[in-house]
C-alpha cells in the first residue's frame, strides 16, 4: 500500500442511514464533488427499513462514485486516500457504504481513513468557506433523527459527550408529532411550514427535563401529551388550524427545552468559545433563532454550517478525513493507531482519544 499523500484529494462515503453519499475533496477542504441521494422508498413504509436502506445504497454508490470523479475531473489514481463512516449507525449500510470505500482503496493500493459518523457532524462546522472560522474549543449540539447529544468538542479526537436523550432523539420526536398531525414522514419540516401558520399558546405542553442538573434530553412525554390532545379530535375536527396551533405549541416546547439545555451545557463546559448546531433538526429557523439567543447571552458565537452540511452528507465525512490525517501528523502518530476499521453500530466518541 502507498503511504499517505497528504496533498491529494480524499474520497469519502457515507452511508450510516437512508443517505447515501459520496464526495471528493481537495487537501485543503476545497469541495471538488458531492452528492447526496435520499432514499425515497422508506417515505411510503412511514420509516427507516435498514435491510431496503443497504441494498439501496450498493445499488447507488457504483454511479455516485463515478459522478463525483466526473464532476472533480479526476480518475481513481489522482485520489490520496479513501474515507468511510463506519459507525455509528445501521449496520448493514455501514458495511456497504465502508466496504465500498476500502474496496476502492485496496485496488488502487491507497490507505482507508475508518470515519465516526457523530465526530464528522462535528467537525463539520469547521468546513472552510464558513462566515467564521470555528476554532476549538465550542459545544456542540448535534439534532438529527438518531441522534440528540450535547459533545464538548476540545479538539480533532478529543470529545466529551455531557448530555444525550434518554428516550427518543429530537428529529424522532418530530417525526412522530408529524405523524400523528397527518404530515407524512420524514415530518420536521413540514410541521415547521405549518406551524408558521398556528399559534404557540393554545395547547399546553410538558417541558420535560427543563431546569433539570446536567444536559440530558427526553421527548417522549412530549410527544404522549400530543397524543393525548390529537385523541380528542377526529379527521373532520382535525383542521389544518388546529394542525397549526398544535405544531406550534409543539415547536416552542422543543425551542424552550432546549435552549435550556443548551444553558446548561455551557455552564458544564464554561470554555466553549461557540455554540454550534448541526444534524438535520439544525435546519429548523425557530430552533435556530432559539439557540443563537443563548449564544449571544453567552457572548460567544453561534454557528450552524449550511443546511446541506447539517444534514447527513459525505463532504463532513471527507472533512472529518482531512483533520485526523492533519491532527496526527501533528502529533506524529499513526492515524490507524487504536482504531479498527470495521463497520460497527455503536462506536462511542471517547474512543477516538487514542487516535490523535
Ligand atoms: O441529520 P438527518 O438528515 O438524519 C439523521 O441522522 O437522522 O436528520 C433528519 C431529521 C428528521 O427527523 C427530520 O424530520 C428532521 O431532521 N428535520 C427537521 C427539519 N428538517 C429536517 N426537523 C425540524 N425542522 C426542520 N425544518
Ligand atoms: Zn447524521
Redesign the pocket.
Known amino acids: 500500500m502507498e503511504s499517505l499523500r497528504l496533498n491529494a484529494p480524499v474520497l469519502a462515503v457515507e452511508s450510516s442511514?437512508d443517505?447515501t453519499a459520496c464526495a471528493i475533496l481537495s487537501h485543503r477542504g476545497e469541495i471538488l464533488g458531492e452528492r447526496v441521494h435520499t432514499q425515497a422508498e422508506h417515505a411510503r413504509l412511514g420509516g427507516v427499513v435498514p435491510e431496503i436502506a443497504a441494498r439501496a445504497h450498493l445499488s447507488l454508490l457504483p454511479k455516485l462514485v463515478g459522478d463525483v470523479l466526473d464532476e472533480a475531473g479526476l480518475s481513481l489514481d489522482d485520489i490520496g486516500f479513501f474515507a468511510g463512516t463506519t459507525g455509528p449507525g445501521l449496520i448493514g449500510g455501514l458495511i456497504v457504504g465502508s466496504n465500498f470505500a476500502k474496496g476502492l482503496a485496496i485496488a488502487t493500493g491507497k490507505p482507508f481513513i475508518a470515519v465516526n459518523h457523530i465526530e464528522a457532524h462535528a467537525l463539520s462546522a469547521r468546513l472552510p468557506g464558513g462566515e467564521v472560522e470555528t476554532t476549538f474549543p465550542y459545544l456542540l449540539l448535534l439534532l438529527?433523527?438518531?441522534?440528540c447529544q450535547c459533545v464538548a468538542v476540545r479538539g480533532v479526537g478529543d470529545y466529551e459527550r455531557l448530555g444525550t436523550t434518554l428516550d427518543d432523539a429530537v428529529?424522532?420526536a418530530?417525526?412522530k408529532v408529524?405523524k400523528l398531525l397527518r404530515l407524512g414522514w420524514?415530518?420536521?419540516?413540514a410541521?415547521?411550514k405549518v406551524a408558521r401558520e398556528g399559534r404557540s399558546d393554545i395547547f399546553a405542553l410538558p417541558r420535560p427535563l427543563l431546569g433539570r442538573k446536567g444536559c440530558d434530553f427526553s421527548f417522549s412525554g412530549l410527544k404522549t401529551a400530543v397524543t393525548r390532545h390529537v385523541g380528542q379530535y377526529n379527521d373532520q375536527t382535525l383542521t389544518r388550524s388546529v394542525v397549526a396551533d398544535l405544531a406550534a405549541s409543539f415547536q416552542t416546547c422543543v425551542a424552550d427545552v432546549l435552549q435550556d439545555r443548551a444553558c446548561h451545557a455551557l455552564a458544564m463546559f464554561p470554555q466553549a468559545r461557540a455554540l454550534v448546531v448541526a444534524?438535520?433538526?439544525a435546519?429548523?429557523q425557530e430552533l435556530r433563532d432559539a439557540l443563537k439567543n443563548v449564544a449571544t447571552a453567552a457572548g460567544i458565537h453561534f454557528t450552524a454550517p449550511p443546511i446541506r452540511y447539517?444534514?447527513?452528507n459525505a463532504v463532513m465525512v471527507g472533512w472529518a478525513a482531512l483533520e485526523t490525517v492533519n491532527a496526527c501528523k501533528n502529533a506524529q502518530k499513526n492515524v490507524d493507531d487504536g482504531i479498527p476499521i470495521e463497520a460497527r453500530p455503536r462506536w462511542p466518541l471517547d474512543d477516538l482519544k487514542n487516535r490523535s
Open positions: 442511514c443517505d438529527s433523527g438518531g441522534h428529529g424522532e418530530f417525526d408529524a420524514p415530518g420536521g419540516a410541521l415547521e444534524g438535520g433538526v435546519a429548523n447539517c444534514t447527513d
